[in-house]
């Protein structure tokens, strides 16, 4: 199976820059995803890593290191509405379908 | 094009009733995922389903769990006699038809909360 950790909360003020680490184990690692879940909604897709780099989609950037099994997400230029949890996952090569959660993250944006 | 949609959005029994949990793919979509989040946990895997097919059910507890994907009509995920401990927001996803790529398109709908007194 797989352990994916990332920090259970984390905050930071309108306008900074927040990063949200996530590390994994798994055999046959098949792609990495970051997902946003605002309270109560569903998880909306944000990133999908499955080369080592850097990823840049607006604000939003993800990174990923196989050899370390690890990935970060980053958030730049905060806003009020990216208070939310952010949602680490990983698929394998077996299962490439199922998507294996972190606990997520929740990030909380103060004025 | 609407996203994926649940229903009931909550829902409360009591233990030992049965509960049915409604998904309706986004069109064009066949393939649709069932998963269960735990308070203070992540999203767990629990069935991946096809049209009229149960592709991988290794995520379900093996008793009072099951689901269906008809050839026509929504995704269902029934829970019987239920216990307080299936307390829970329960995410149905769906994704389109292309093999070998079905993680990457997974659009999820906003859950169904169950609460079980």
């Known amino acids: 199976g797989q352990n994916i950790d990332q920090p259970t909360e984390m905050t930071a003020t309108e306008g900074a820059i927040v990063q949200i680490n996530c590390t994994y184990q798994?055999?046959?690692?098949?792609?990495l995803f970051w997902y946003q879940q605002h309270a109560g909604e569903a998880p909306t897709f944000l990133s999908y890593n499955v080369l080592d780099g850097l990823e840049e989609k607006g604000r939003f950037s993800s990174f990923l290191s196989r050899s370390k099994g690890y990935s970060y997400l980053l958030l730049k230029e905060l806003q009020m509405k990216d208070s939310a949890s952010y949602l680490c996952?990983?698929?394998?090569?077996?299962?490439?379908?199922?998507?294996?959660f972190g606990a997520g993250t929740t990030v909380t944006v103060r004025a | 094009n609407a996203g994926v949609m649940q229903n009931p959005r909550h829902l409360v029994r009591r233990r030992g009733q049965e509960a049915r949990l409604r998904c309706s793919p986004m069109k064009g979509h066949s393939h649709v995922y069932w998963y269960r989040q735990l308070p203070e946990e992540g999203l767990k895997f629990m069935v991946y389903?096809?049209?009229?097919?149960?592709?991988?059910e290794s995520g379900m507890p093996k008793e009072r769990f099951s689901a269906e994907f008809p050839k026509e009509g929504p995704s269902i995920l029934r829970i019987q006699q239920v216990v307080r401990g299936d307390s829970a927001a329960y995410f149905c996803a769906s994704s389109p038809p292309v093999p070998g790529t079905a993680s990457h398109e997974q659009y999820f709908g906003p859950g169904t909360r169950l609460t079980v007194t």
């Open positions: 389903l096809q049209k009229e097919n149960i592709i991988d």
């Open positions: 996952a990983v698929t394998d090569f077996s299962n490439d379908y199922k998507l294996s």
């Open positions: 798994t055999s046959g690692f098949n792609g």
